[in-house]
Nanobody, 119 residues
Framework: QVQVVESGGGLVQVGGSLRLSCAAPGRIFMGWFRQAPGKERECIAAFRWNGGGTYYAESVKGRFTISGDSAKNTVYLQMNSLKPEDTAVYYC????????????????WGQGTQVTVSS
C-alpha cells in the first residue's frame, strides 16, 4: 500500500498563486487531478521521475508547473495566474505501474484539498 499525503490549498484571489505538495514513498508515477462541483474529475498534470517528462491539461498549461524533489519524495504543483474556474478539490494520485501511468490511471489517492479562487 502506498500512502499519498497532500498539503496546501486554500482561498486565493484571482490572479494569485498557490502551491500544492504531495508526498509519496519511492520513485513512482504521480499526477494531480481536480474535480469541480458538478463536473468529472480530470487529470491536470502528471510527473515521472528521472526526466520522464511531464503532462499538462490544456486548461492549465502555461500557468501550472509540476515538479519533484527526490530527496523528499515529494511532488509539487505550483499554480499561478489562478482563475475562478480553477476552483475545485485537488487530488494527488500515484501508481507504480508504468502502463497505467502512461494512461494517467492511478491506484493510490490522497484525501483531496480544496482550492477556491475568489473574484
Amino acid at each position: 500500500q502506498v500512502q499519498v499525503v497532500e498539503s496546501g490549498g486554500g482561498l486565493v484571489q484571482v490572479g494569485g498563486s498557490l502551491r500544492l505538495s504531495c508526498a509519496a514513498p519511492g520513485r513512482i508515477f504521480m499526477g494531480w487531478f481536480r474535480q469541480a462541483p458538478g463536473k468529472e474529475r480530470e487529470c491536470i498534470a502528471a510527473f515521472r521521475w528521472n526526466g520522464g517528462g511531464t503532462y499538462y491539461a490544456e486548461s492549465v498549461k502555461g500557468r501550472f508547473t509540476i515538479s519533484g524533489d527526490s530527496a523528499k519524495n515529494t511532488v509539487y504543483l505550483q499554480m499561478n495566474s489562478l482563475k475562478p474556474e480553477d476552483t475545485a478539490v485537488y487530488y494527488c494520485a500515484a501508481t507504480i505501474n508504468p502502463i497505467r501511468a502512461a494512461r494517467y490511471e492511478y491506484d493510490y489517492w490522497g484525501q483531496g484539498t480544496q482550492v477556491t479562487v475568489s473574484s
